[in-house]
């Protein structure tokens, strides 16, 4: 009853999916772009399949440690990884060439998940994170393929929203083959929703295991444009933050070249105008200017975040002044650099509360608390440099995930 209920709304709202992708396309081409492939019209994979789902460019970038021992563990298998976001597609695309198979995710109605499952024939099918789609799963375990649940979290935040659904969200829960979360936090809430016991492990975070590189010719490339001896990143700030940053600033400048790179590519143009709105002296990074006398430089491109980090002395993680929950703060803490975010950090709830534990960031109310924390690490580099190292340690310490991950899926697959 609740799946048909479900299935009922997903079909109402399919138009208004594919109008808003056509209106984010007006902005941002990509979107309007292989919507064929959301509506489940791929070409049939003609080999055995292990299916991995990422969201977006964060998830993606965090599986690709778990996704090349895929490559080893399934040497016969074609592995597909699927995206939601445009900027995720490209980043899979730029990262593995042709070494695996990808298109967009599909809407989960039922006719288009049951068009696109006949296409892909999947062995197993890996959900990342909170990737919980009730026709998907439905339909892959009518089908006896296993499907896991991997890197899972769930905030009380999430855990209340799906609660509002229990049925729904108990059913589809225990269609999965295994829940391996991130943390005891995170497989507790599971359980909470209803998830069986037996089902759910924790495996830790394969965050921590990222794979991260860092292009030096691009690096002495971005040096010699920003000319800076300091540099602050703003790293995936969203609507709303930039400009709650850029008034603090007005108020309270600080002795840096602010590097600010918005989360979504489509308001780049639109962080760049607020900047010469406010009169500050800004600078695309796409326009290869040198940037001495400048303010801002906006990070206007892909593919580039941790040559930014390499670049950075001091990096603010967006999404946390406003209230979206924050982002990746490891891949910084991997370069040992000191870490502010704000108060809205559920997403990494746990992370970021070891890392305060343990002296390895900093976390701020507001913007103005922000640029006096910024100053005060600016003028005290010995501060900066404790807060990085003990980034870092920390990340290392929680490394392992990926092998404990890779176990549990040969055992589920057998």
Same mark, same amino acid.
């Given at each position: 009853?609740?799946?048909?209920?479900?299935?009922?709304?997903?079909?109402?709202?399919?138009?208004?999916?594919?109008?808003? +992708?056509?209106?984010?396309?007006?902005?941002?081409?990509?979107?309007?772009?292989?919507?064929?492939?959301?509506?489940?019209?791929?070409?049939?994979?003609?080999?055995?399949?292990?299916?991995?789902?990422?969201?977006?460019?964060?998830?993606?970038?965090?599986?690709?440690?778990?996704?090349?021992?895929?490559?080893?563990?399934?040497?016969?298998?074609?592995?597909?990884?699927?995206?939601?976001?445009?900027?995720?597609?490209?980043?899979?695309?730029?990262?593995?060439?042709?070494?695996?198979?990808?298109?967009?995710?599909?809407?989960?109605?039922?006719?288009?998940?049951?068009?696109?499952?006949?296409?892909?024939?999947?062995?197993?099918?890996?959900?990342?994170?909170? =990737?919980?789609?009730? $026709?998907?799963?439905?339909?892959?375990?009518?089908?006896?393929?296993?499907?896991?649940?991997?890197?899972?979290? +769930?905030?009380?935040?999430?855990?209340?929203?799906?609660?509002?659904?229990?049925?729904?969200?108990?059913?589809?829960?225990?269609?999965?083959?295994?829940?391996?979360?991130?943390?005891?936090?995170?497989?507790?809430?599971?359980?909470?929703?209803?998830?069986?016991?037996?089902?759910?492990?924790?495996?830790?975070?394969?965050?921590?295991?990222?794979?991260?590189?860092?292009?030096?010719?691009?690096?002495?490339?971005?040096?010699?444009?920003?000319?800076?001896?300091?540099?602050?990143?703003?790293?995936?700030?969203?609507?709303?933050?930039?400009?709650?940053?850029?008034?603090?600033?007005?108020?309270?400048?600080?002795?840096?070249?602010?590097?600010?790179?918005?989360?979504?590519?489509?308001?780049?143009?639109?962080?760049? =105008?607020?900047?010469?709105?406010?009169?500050?002296?800004?600078?695309?990074?796409?326009?290869?200017?040198?940037?001495?006398?400048?303010?801002?430089?906006?990070?206007?491109?892909?593919?580039?975040?941790?040559?930014?980090?390499? +670049?950075?002395?001091?990096?603010?993680?967006?999404?946390?002044?406003? =209230?979206?929950?924050?982002?990746?703060?490891?891949?910084?803490?991997?370069?040992?650099?000191?870490?502010?975010?704000?108060?809205?950090?559920? $997403?990494?709830?746990?992370?970021?509360?070891?890392?305060?534990?343990?002296?390895?960031?900093?976390?701020?109310?507001?913007?103005?608390?922000?640029?006096?924390?910024?100053?005060?690490?600016?003028?005290?580099?010995?501060?900066?440099?404790?807060?990085?190292?003990?980034?870092?340690?920390?990340?290392?310490?929680?490394?392992?995930?990926?092998?404990?991950?890779?176990?549990q899926i040969k055992k589920v697959s057998r």
């Open positions: 009853m609740y799946l048909t209920l479900y299935n009922l709304i997903g079909y109402l709202l399919l138009p208004f999916a594919l109008l808003r +992708l056509l209106f984010k396309g007006l902005k941002s081409p990509a979107y309007s772009q292989r919507i064929s492939e959301r509506l489940g019209f791929i070409k049939p994979i003609d080999a055995s399949c292990v299916w991995v789902h990422c969201v977006s460019v964060g998830e993606f970038r965090a599986a690709i440690a778990l996704i090349d021992a895929l490559v080893k563990i399934y040497p016969n298998h074609k592995i597909l990884v699927t995206t939601t976001t445009p900027t995720a597609s490209k980043a899979v695309i730029q990262h593995y060439q042709n070494q695996v198979l990808h298109t967009y995710f599909p809407f989960d109605v039922a006719v288009i998940v049951k068009r696109i499952v006949k296409k892909i024939r999947p062995d197993l099918c890996l959900l990342l994170e909170t =990737e919980i789609w009730p $026709n998907l799963i439905h339909i892959l375990h009518k089908n006896n393929i296993p499907t896991l649940l991997v890197n899972a979290r +769930l905030s009380q935040q999430s855990l209340k929203k799906y609660q509002l659904f229990s049925s729904l969200s108990n059913k589809t829960l225990n269609k999965l083959s295994l829940i391996a979360t991130q943390n005891q936090n995170s497989a507790q809430r599971f359980i909470e929703l209803g998830a069986n016991k037996e089902k759910v492990i924790v495996t830790g975070n394969i965050k921590f295991d990222q794979v991260l590189n860092v292009n030096q010719k691009l690096l002495e490339n971005l040096r010699k444009l920003t000319k800076k001896p300091k540099i602050v990143v703003f790293a995936s700030t969203h609507k709303d933050e930039e400009a709650i940053i850029l008034k603090s600033y007005l108020k309270n400048p600080i002795d840096a070249l602010m590097l600010i790179i918005p989360r979504h590519p489509e308001r780049f143009n639109v962080v760049f =105008e607020l900047a010469t709105k406010y009169n500050i002296t800004v600078f695309k990074r796409s326009s290869n200017q040198v940037c001495e006398n400048c303010q801002i430089l906006i990070g206007d491109s892909m593919g580039e975040m941790m040559t930014y980090f390499a +670049l950075a002395d001091i990096v603010f993680i967006g999404g946390s002044l406003v =209230e979206i929950g924050g982002h990746n703060v490891l891949e910084p803490a991997a370069l040992a650099k000191p870490i502010i975010f704000g108060p809205h950090v559920f $997403n990494f709830g746990e992370i970021s509360a070891d890392l305060l534990a343990q002296n390895a960031a900093i976390q701020v109310q507001n913007a103005d608390e922000l640029m006096d924390n910024i100053t005060h690490l600016l003028n005290n580099s010995d501060n900066a440099k404790t807060l990085g190292a003990n980034a870092k340690r920390y990340l290392k310490s929680q490394q392992g995930a990926v092998a404990t991950l890779t176990k």
